[in-house]
């Protein structure tokens, strides 16, 4: 697992969208999602992404020694090297589009798996009841904002804000790597240093 210690300043999202972007194809795997595809061809018994307040995670697991390393590999290259497009952006965080996609007359809603999400995320009393305790709680820590991006404040985010973000906190200094199981530390330390 490679994870990133990632300080919002707001509740626009930005960690949590840019999660998602950045698995959505890298300078090495340019394949629309990597991910998806590797679901068909790795033998993982686990893959996946999290967003937590001050952090953010891509944890992977698998029983083969050959496996782990590929699997490594494009987790590596996703969050070092992401393509970041403008496209998966609005696919990821928000977009505006005709609420009958048919017809070009009708209301512009907003639109992003993100955006989505979280919509139905602050619609459960228990997460909204959260969010306002902590902002009550914590006015001059990081913990006031939503990490994961209050629908209201997502549409505020930019793709060059997120790009920013990415540069500010994706990078070697800024990451813990957590690893279990039969295979050197050594070598995963090489390899690692390697790419």
């Known amino acids: 697992m490679v994870m990133f210690r990632t300080i919002p300043e707001d509740s626009t999202g930005v960690?949590?969208?840019?999660?998602?972007?950045?698995?959505?194809?890298?300078?090495?795997?340019?394949?629309?999602?990597?991910?998806?595809?590797?679901?068909?061809?790795?033998?993982?018994?686990?893959?996946?992404?999290?967003?937590?307040?001050?952090?953010?995670?891509y944890p992977f697991a698998t029983q083969n020694k050959k496996d782990f390393f590929n699997l490594l590999d494009v987790y590596l290259d996703a969050v070092y090297f992401p393509l970041l497009e403008e496209d998966d952006f609005k696919q990821e965080g928000h977009r505006l589009e005709f609420s009958?996609?048919?017809?070009?007359?009708?209301?512009?809603?907003?639109?992003?798996?993100?955006?989505?999400?979280?919509?139905?995320?602050?619609?459960?009393?228990?997460?909204?009841?959260?969010?306002?305790?902590?902002?009550?709680?914590?006015?001059?820590?990081?913990?006031?904002?939503?990490?994961?991006g209050e629908p209201k404040d997502i549409t505020n985010l930019t793709h060059d804000y997120l790009k920013g973000f990415h540069q500010k906190f994706y990078h070697p200094s800024n990451a813990t790597y957590f690893t279990w199981g039969d295979v050197d530390a050594k070598e995963i330390q090489q390899f690692i240093d390697d790419k």
């Not at 996609?101 to 512009?108: A, C, H, I």
């Open 15 to 57: 960690a949590h969208i840019l999660e998602h972007t950045t698995l959505c194809g890298s300078e090495k795997f340019k394949v629309r999602d990597p991910f998806f595809m590797m679901l068909r061809r790795s033998m993982s018994t686990f893959m996946n992404a999290f967003t937590a307040s001050d952090w953010t995670a």
């Open 100 to 148: 009958k996609l048919d017809k070009s007359s009708s209301d512009l809603e907003y639109k992003g798996v993100v955006f989505n999400e979280m919509k139905g995320s602050m619609s459960n009393i228990s997460n909204t009841t959260w969010q306002a305790l902590t902002k009550n709680l914590f006015p001059d820590l990081t913990y006031r904002n939503n990490s994961g």
